[in-house]
């Protein structure tokens, strides 16, 4: 893996900062709390996300970003032969490879980094990333943390875990045995359980069999009833048709008789009708002619009535065109009705032009009143965040650290305490000037209130030219109203004057009502008379209608004794009939009592069977779980067996551990002595002593420790590399020149160098100014105090050669 280019945006204290990487020597030089780690921490958290940067993702953004300012860090590197462009923000991610995007979420992205590299965050870290504190981090552990800590970073811990997830499936694989040994049921137990099943079914199956021969014989003897139980129910429907029949029949000659009785009584009543008639025609003599003079009478007295309606119609008539062409007069005519369109068309116009005004006037206030609000609230905010970090510095002192950097403030604390209260001086300054501007803004201004008053104005003329136009156009519907109803009104005189034209009907009202009173005085007699003709009328046909009735009843009286006589003949027997019912009725239940007994005997013999069946079936559950207890032990065989190897694997992996730890770090020693010192050894307890001249001794001085210590690390690095599947193309020192005399830190630089081999892309992060012109490049970090702003810069090559 090697690194090509890095890119921040408000990442930490890096407002934008772009770094072209490659391979060779590369320094990053800086003060302490420029913001050189930050760009190792840009690194691992594009690559591994929020879990490898410091503090929670709140911290990540630049402090005095802007608030929906972007957070970004993209990384591009090699790996292989492919090419990956990595993106990430603290929402989202993105990876590309050779240009085609792979992945786009954070977690996705995490995903695919770690099985890329093959290596997780922690081991990433071991294997790329020294610090000078992290020299130094075994000789502060005890033996067994020492072990435990080689076998963590070199990844022996994955045997552990798998051992471990070995160990909790054999346990429940034990737990499941022991679940299943106790519940396996006693062998002899279920063999006479199923025995004793299959007895109950065979005298099960013997009962159902006796009960079928039972329902047999009840079949046999009902089947010889059968016959004659039909035959006799045959004679008792054909003896129920013809008892019916007759009683029809006789219904029919009753009705006969009453029939040839009402008409022998209405007959002779028709005859004494015409007896009667004789008497009342002389009394009825003048009833034609008085009712033709009644008809004249009523005639003449509707032409008299009608004559009179149309004379008073036509007098409403007359007045109400009076009052129609009198209220015409007094409406307006269309040339006023245009002239009041015209003057509301003229108010709407000035009304709109005058809302326009104040619309745009209102609106300039209002965004000029927001402007000094949000103006107001970020110079709060400002000075609240510039106080906060007053007090902050001055209750840390000079030995504090700057909240932007984290780098200790010491000779810049007055000054940058000055600087601050400046910067709040100018920011409560601005801050006043903008609170008076939010007061003098909050009452509407003159202009706006006059261009109000000056629409009320002119709605006030609008809704009084509306009044008058709506009056006017319902006063208008009402002229075209009054229009149609003269036309009407005229139309209606003339067909009036038509109606009282000519001489008036001469009528006599005291002959009228002698003539309705003696019509009224004849009237029960004229009824009489008209019932007793319609009676008398009916006396011929009255005399053919009772000789057919009579021949209707003779006819019937004859039908009745026929059905008599097949009655008689037909031979039914009551009392016998009922004999033979009750017989059928036994014979049927025995059959019934005989087919419920075989369905009783079947439904046992179904349940012993099903009793039988489900014990073969817990004899073959016996049997399964039996097996699943062979299973489960030779499983459980297999799992001690493969902890037992794992174990041992474990066991041989750190004993191959620390010769083969010794001797790579003895390589590393070597070259970074100037083979002043041959060889590393490690004790059982993984203490590192030197030997010299054939002869271990311990480590003493810190330079000869901060050494070991390097090329311990640098051994490590190798062997994860090696175990990850991946070339160790990339380490990254961070401050590993610290406790180191010149002399030594030159014979790391040029053991960097010996081995470009193989690493051929180094970075190194230092404060140490003596060394920069042993370096390919050199990356300078700034910290500028007043913004708050990391810059990286690069220097040329000839600088970099005058600085040395």
């Given at each position: 893996?090697?690194?090509?280019?890095?890119?921040?945006?408000?990442?930490?204290?890096?407002?934008?900062?772009?770094?072209?990487?490659?391979?060779?020597?590369?320094?990053?030089?800086?003060?302490?709390?420029?913001?050189?780690?930050?760009?190792?921490?840009a690194i691992a958290w594009a690559l591994y996300g929020t879990a490898a940067a410091r503090g929670t993702r709140d911290t990540i953004k630049r402090r005095g970003a802007p608030p929906r300012a972007r957070v970004e860090v993209e990384l591009v590197f090699t790996l292989g032969s492919h090419r990956y462009r990595?993106?990430?923000?603290?929402?989202?991610?993105e990876l590309e490879q050779d240009g085609e995007i792979i992945a786009n979420s954070s977690a996705t992205v995490t995903s695919r980094v770690v099985a890329l590299l093959g290596m997780t965050r922690e081991e990433f870290f071991n294997t790329y990333f020294t610090g000078q504190k992290e020299l130094a981090v075994m000789a502060a552990m005890t033996p067994t943390e020492r072990g435990r800590f080689l076998s963590r970073v070199l990844g022996y811990e994955r045997l552990r875990v798998a051992q471990d997830r070995l160990r909790a499936e054999r346990s429940a694989r034990r737990a499941e045995l022991a679940g299943l040994e106790q519940g396996l049921a006693d062998p002899?137990?279920?063999?006479?359980?199923?025995?004793?099943?299959?007895?109950?079914?065979?005298?099960?199956?013997?009962?159902?069999?006796?009960?079928?021969?039972?329902?047999?014989?009840?079949?046999?003897?009902?089947?010889?009833?059968?016959?004659?139980?039909?035959?006799?129910r045959t004679r008792r429907t054909a003896w129920?048709?013809?008892?019916?029949?007759?009683?029809?029949?006789?219904?029919?000659?009753?009705?006969?008789?009453?029939?040839?009785?009402?008409?022998?009584?209405?007959?002779?009543?028709?005859?004494?009708?015409?007896?009667?008639?004789?008497?009342?025609?002389?009394?009825?003599?003048?009833?034609?002619?008085?009712?033709?003079e009644?008809?004249?009478?009523?005639?003449?007295?509707?032409?008299?009535?009608?004559?009179?309606?149309?004379?008073?119609?036509?007098?409403?008539?007359?007045?109400?065109?009076?009052?129609?062409?009198?209220?015409?007069?007094?409406?307006?005519?269309?040339?006023?009705?245009?002239?009041?369109?015209?003057?509301?068309?003229?108010?709407?116009?000035?009304?709109?032009a005058a809302g326009a005004r104040l619309s745009e006037r209102h609106t300039r206030w209002k965004q000029d009143e927001q402007e000094a609000r949000t103006k107001l609230e970020s110079y709060r905010d400002r000075y609240r965040e510039l106080r906060e970090q007053h007090q902050a510095i001055a209750e840390a002192g000079p030995d504090g650290t700057c909240p932007f950097c984290a780098r200790p403030l010491g000779a810049d604390h007055a000054r940058t305490l000055a600087l601050l209260a400046a910067q709040m001086e100018e920011v409560q300054a601005s801050g006043n000037y903008y609170r008076q501007r939010v007061d003098q803004l909050a009452n509407a201004p003159e202009e706006v209130r006059a261009l109000e008053e000056e629409r009320q104005r002119h709605d006030a003329t609008l809704r009084a030219a509306t009044e008058a136009l709506a009056t006017a156009e319902g006063q208008r519907a009402r002229r075209e109203a009054l229009v149609r109803e003269r036309s009407s009104l005229a139309e209606s005189l003339d067909a009036l004057a038509a109606e009282v034209a000519g001489p008036a009907a001469t009528y006599d009202r005291a002959r009228h009502e002698v003539v309705r009173s003696r019509?009224?005085?004849?009237?029960?007699?004229?009824?009489?008379?008209?019932?007793?003709?319609?009676?008398?009328?009916?006396?011929?046909?009255?005399?053919?209608?009772?000789?057919?009735?009579?021949?209707?009843?003779?006819?019937?009286?004859?039908?009745?004794?026929?059905?008599?006589?097949?009655?008689?003949?037909?031979?039914?027997?009551?009392?016998?009939?009922?004999?033979l019912e009750a017989r059928i009725e036994t014979?049927?239940?025995?059959?019934?009592?005989?087919?419920?007994?075989?369905?009783?005997?079947?439904?046992?013999?179904?349940?012993?069977?099903?009793?039988?069946?489900?014990?073969?079936?817990?004899?073959?559950?016996?049997?399964?779980?039996?097996?699943?207890?062979?299973?489960?032990?030779?499983?459980?065989?297999?799992?001690?067996?493969?902890?037992?190897?794992?174990?041992?694997?474990?066991?041989?992996?750190?004993?191959q551990l620390r010769p083969d730890l010794a001797e790579?770090?003895?390589?590393?020693?070597?070259?970074?002595?100037?083979?002043r010192y041959g060889d590393l050894d490690l004790t059982e307890d993984y203490v590192a002593t030197i030997v010299d001249d054939g002869e271990a001794k311990p480590v003493i001085s810190g330079g000869e420790e901060d050494v070991v210590n390097l090329a311990l690390r640098l051994a490590i690095s190798q062997m994860i590399a090696e175990r990850a599947g991946q070339p160790l193309s990339l380490l990254v020192l961070d401050e590993i020149f610290g406790s180191l005399d010149e002399e030594r830190r030159q014979a790391v630089v040029d053991l960097l160098r010996a081995v470009a081999d193989r690493f051929p892309q180094v970075i190194v992060i230092t404060h140490v100014e003596g060394l920069r012109d042993a370096f390919d490049r050199i990356v300078r970090v700034t910290h500028d105090v007043r913004r708050g702003v990391t810059t990286v810069r690069e220097d040329e090559p000839e600088l970099a050669g005058v600085a040395g």
């Open positions: 893996m090697q690194l090509a280019s890095l890119r921040l945006t408000n990442f930490r204290q890096h407002e934008r900062t772009e770094l072209d990487l490659g391979p060779g020597l590369m320094a990053v030089v800086g003060a302490n709390g420029s913001g050189k780690s930050t760009l190792l921490e990595l993106q990430r923000t603290l929402t989202n991610a002899d137990e279920l063999a006479g359980v199923v025995q004793a099943a299959t007895a109950d079914l065979d005298r099960a199956r013997g009962a159902r069999d006796a009960a079928a021969t039972a329902r047999t014989d009840a079949e046999t003897a009902l089947g010889a009833l059968t016959p004659d139980w039909e035959a006799a129920q048709g013809l008892d019916g029949e007759r009683r029809v029949v006789e219904g029919r000659v009753l009705t006969a008789r009453t029939a040839f009785q009402a008409l022998d009584k209405e007959l002779a009543a028709a005859l004494e009708a015409g007896r009667r008639l004789e008497s009342l025609a002389g009394e009825l003599a003048e009833w034609p002619a008085l009712v033709a009644r008809e004249a009478l009523d005639e003449a007295a509707a032409a008299v009535a009608a004559r009179s309606q149309a004379v008073a119609r036509r007098e409403a008539a007359t007045t109400r065109l009076a009052t129609v062409d009198a209220e015409l007069a007094a409406l307006p005519d269309g040339e006023a009705l245009v002239a009041l369109r015209e003057a509301r068309a003229r108010a709407n116009a000035e009304r709109d019509l009224a005085a004849l009237e029960p007699a004229r009824r009489q008379h008209d019932q007793l003709a319609g009676l008398a009328a009916r006396a011929e046909a009255l005399v053919a209608e009772a000789s057919a009735a009579e021949q209707r009843a003779s006819e019937a009286e004859a039908a009745l004794g026929d059905l008599d006589a097949r009655i008689a003949t037909l031979g039914w027997d009551p009392e016998a009939f009922v004999a014979a049927r239940g025995a059959a019934q009592a005989a087919d419920l007994a075989h369905t009783r005997a079947a439904a046992e013999v179904d349940a012993a069977l099903k009793l039988r069946d489900a014990a073969v079936a817990r004899q073959a559950d016996r049997a399964a779980k039996a097996e699943a207890v062979r299973r489960l032990g030779a499983a459980i065989e297999r799992l001690s067996e493969l902890d037992r190897a794992i174990g041992e694997l474990r066991t041989e992996l750190n004993l790579r770090a003895s390589g590393f020693l070597r070259e970074l002595t100037g083979g």
